[in-house]
């Protein structure tokens, strides 16, 4: 069983800065995969970016690239989602996942471990 608990959303003006953390509680997590998603009102769950736990590899989203870097942090068993010069349109709900999978994957469908969501607004 994995749990997942993300923090620091909030409200931040447009061109600010935020920083996502996923908590994860696993034995171990040398075969495992993490990811953040985001889901706007009225808009599909969205791939932002994933990080492979045993490789480091790292996948973002084209719509982030330049402004997100996801990276772990193994002692705490964490990932974190650094957002620099956040626009409006990166409001929403952002969501940590993570499944046992060697890569990271772009589609939600593959992770069976969810946390509760974080609200993100950016305003203009």
């Known amino acids: 069983q994995v749990q997942l608990v993300e923090s620091g959303g909030g409200l931040v003006q447009a061109g600010g800065s935020l920083r996502l953390s996923c908590a994860a509680s696993?034995?171990?997590?040398?075969?495992?995969?993490m990811a953040w998603f985001r889901q706007a009102p009225g808009k599909e769950r969205e791939f932002v970016a994933g990080?492979?736990?045993?490789?480091?590899?790292?996948d973002h989203a084209a719509s982030v690239k330049g402004r997100f870097t996801i990276s772990r942090d193994n002692a705490k068993n964490s990932v974190d989602l650094q957002m620099n010069s956040l626009k409006p349109e990166d409001t929403a709900v952002y969501y940590c996942?993570?499944?046992?999978?060697?890569?990271?994957?772009?589609?939600?469908?593959?992770?069976?471990?969810w946390g509760q969501g974080t609200q993100v607004t950016v305003s203009s």
């Open positions: 990080i492979s736990w045993i490789t480091g590899r790292t």
């Open positions: 996942a993570a499944d046992r999978i060697v890569t990271p994957r772009r589609s939600p469908d593959v992770y069976g471990y």
């Open positions: 696993a034995r171990t997590f040398n075969s495992y995969s």
